[in-house]
């Protein structure tokens, strides 16, 4: 169990990354200083939460033997 949670928090670790850097690329904005970091820490954020909410449904899923 404890793996698998260390797992499912890197795991949302690079959600959290790889969400922040997709929306510093797909931004239409001249520079870093424009960018809007509370939205970005705010779709980041969401992405992870919903990482870890997947691997959680996931383990009790695999728990179950389904």
Do not use: F, H, P
């Not at 779709?43 to 899923?61: E, M, P, Q, R």
């Amino acid at each position: 169990m404890v793996d698998y949670l260390k797992y499912s928090l890197e795991r949302a670790v690079k959600t959290i990354a790889q969400t922040a850097v997709s929306v510093l690329l797909a931004s239409e904005v001249a520079g870093l200083i424009e960018v809007s970091w509370l939205d970005l820490a705010s779709v980041s954020g969401l992405a992870g939460v919903i990482s870890l909410l997947t691997s959680i449904a996931n383990y009790k899923k695999a728990a179950d033997g389904k």
